[in-house]
């Protein structure tokens, strides 16, 4: 082994202190994960599109003469299933970057700083809520601008809605969750450069942006900036709104449009 450089020692010291945070409660971690389960929902397409599969589970063997000393299960379901990891690969426009699937992304851009956006209130007067870029700058003049690198995380408390009824929320017309305004977008993707987007609802798009222009715009303009998309995400009332850091990182499926994955938080005590 080289003699470690003054770097190293700093970078040791920092991981050594970080650790110690972590064991002695002055960093806690948050799981903003949803658990994995066949009643998780799915989502829904207007019904010309091919649907994707929930999960489930089959079991192989539990100490019995299927394997008498172990238990584990096969399991299935789509790629974009409960709390979940998108691709820039996911979407049309971001096809052809390089590096855009769950397996070659550098893995330095699955951690960064979170940016917690408060919209609890206005979506529980209003399902169809789009998050506007008015909106973030608000959230700006409060708590200082966005930096690059940045998980934006909304807080809807959507995931608090108990059953894939409650989180679908269909009515006639289709289903009614919030999202993110067309315009507003670009604004983070671009002007503020940010890792992606993160939200408590069943995908990052509002539930009736199949009708927008354009179609599902935050999956059209992220993906197309060669952004990410986290869903299904809870227990974002348990961060602040800055100083928290979150931990992404999808399964390497070579080629994948995305995965489901666990979403850590460290957030200071
Ligand atoms: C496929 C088509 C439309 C949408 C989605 C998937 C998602 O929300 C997703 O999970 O990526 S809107
Ligand atoms: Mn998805």
Redesign the pocket.
């Known amino acids: 082994m080289s003699t470690p450089s003054p770097h190293t020692a700093a970078a040791a010291h920092t991981l050594a202190q970080l650790m110690g945070a972590i064991l002695k409660g002055g960093i806690r971690v948050v799981d903003l994960t949803a658990p994995l389960e066949p009643a998780t929902p799915t989502?829904q397409?207007p019904p010309q599109?091919r649907p994707s599969k929930p999960f489930s589970l089959e079991e192989i063997s539990r100490y019995d003469s299927r394997g008498p000393a172990w238990y584990w299960n096969n399991f299935a379901c789509g790629e974009?299933t409960g709390t979940?990891f998108?691709a820039p690969v996911?979407w049309v426009t971001g096809k052809d970057y390089p590096n855009n699937a769950t397996h070659n992304i550098p893995v330095e851009r699955f951690i960064g700083p979170a940016c917690v956006i408060d919209v609890a209130r206005q979506t529980t007067e209003d399902p169809d809520f789009l998050l506007t870029q008015a909106v973030v700058e608000d959230w700006e003049r409060r708590h200082g601008r966005i930096p690059a690198h940045a998980w934006v995380l909304v807080r809807t408390d959507w995931s608090k809605r108990s059953g894939a009824k409650a989180m679908l929320n269909i009515g006639p017309d289709g289903p009614h969750s919030p999202g993110f305004h067309p315009q507003c977008v670009p604004f983070l993707a671009r002007e503020r450069d940010i890792l992606g987007v993160g939200v408590e609802t069943?995908?990052?798009?509002a539930g009736q942006?199949a009708g927008f222009e354009p179609m599902?715009p935050c999956?059209t303009i992220m993906h197309g900036s060669n952004k990410f998309?986290l869903?299904s995400l809870m227990n974002l009332d348990q961060l602040p709104p800055t100083g928290a850091l979150v931990i992404a990182p999808p399964l390497k499926i070579v080629n994948g449009s995305?995965s489901p994955l666990r979403v850590l938080a460290l957030v200071p005590v």
């Open positions: 989502i397409l599109f974009h979940h998108d996911h069943i995908g990052t798009d942006a599902f999956h998309g869903a995305g």
